[in-house]
């Protein structure tokens, strides 16, 4: 099965960095993804991480080491409309999970002046 | 444009009663997801489905049905026999996994249950 682990909440001022962590289990991997929701949305995808390593986009940047089954998300120069929650997801591979999509419970980030 | 819609936003229904919560993308897309999220939580995995006349349960399958009769719509009713049916259900698209590397699934805009 997959099963996926994140910090339930997390606080930060306007300004600074903050890093989401998140661990897995999964039957197969098929990539990492990560997703932004405002409460009483949908969520709105992020980043995307199938190979180990960094990938950066503007001020969000995401981690992967598979050996580890290890991922971060990191939030650089915080700003108010960043409080959200944040959503770790896994899918698993074609053969052992049939490409299922599975999500871990999200991390609250609350943002402060 | 090309999205992934579903409808309505907002549903009540009576206990006992069934209620099917309509999900259409226009992407292509040959996965869907079905997902339930309660106040404060991650998402849960109903069902899902890879391909046209297939899909499989997910971990809280238990009081749900779906049918994926074409491509582009993939509905879930909610029966009677799901005792907590409240919460807020979203559905989503994407690629075949072994197409190509952007294969982030899209969402739809949800759909609020309220049993009264």
């Known amino acids: 099965g997959q099963n996926i682990d994140q910090p339930t909440e997390m606080t930060a001022t306007e300004g600074a960095i903050v890093q989401i962590n998140c661990t897995y289990q999964?039957?197969?991997?098929?990539?990492l993804f990560w997703y932004q929701q405002h409460a009483g949305e949908a969520p709105t995808f992020l980043s995307y991480?199938?190979?180990?390593g960094l990938e950066e986009k503007g001020r969000f940047s995401s981690f992967l080491s598979r050996s580890k089954g290890y991922s971060y998300l990191l939030l650089k120069e915080l700003q108010m409309k960043d409080s959200a929650s944040y959503l770790c997801?896994?899918?698993?591979?074609?053969?052992?999970?049939?490409?299922?999509?599975?999500f871990g419970g999200g991390t609250r980030v609350l943002v402060k002046p | 444009d090309g999205g992934i819609t579903q409808s309505p936003k907002y549903l009540f229904r009576k206990e006992g009663q069934n209620v099917t919560l309509s999900c259409e993308q226009n992407?292509?897309?040959?996965?869907m997801y079905w997902y339930r999220q309660d106040p404060g939580q991650g998402l849960r995995l109903i069902y899902y489905?890879?391909?046209?006349?297939?899909?499989q349960k997910g971990d809280i399958a238990e009081g749900y049905s779906v049918s994926r009769e074409k491509k582009e719509s993939f509905p879930l009713t909610v029966t009677s026999a799901q005792k907590n049916p409240t919460a807020f259900y979203l559905c989503?698209?994407?690629?075949?996994?072994?197409?190509?590397?952007?294969?982030?699934?899209?969402f739809g805009q949800g759909t609020r249950l309220t049993v009264v």
């Open positions: 989503a698209s994407s690629v075949g996994a072994s197409v190509s590397k952007n294969t982030e699934a899209f």
């Open positions: 999964t039957s197969g991997f098929n990539g």
């Open positions: 991480n199938v190979l180990d």
């Open positions: 997801a896994v899918r698993g591979s074609l053969k052992a999970a049939g490409n299922k999509l599975t």
């Open positions: 992407l292509n897309h040959d996965a």
């Open positions: 489905s890879q391909i046209v006349n297939d899909f």
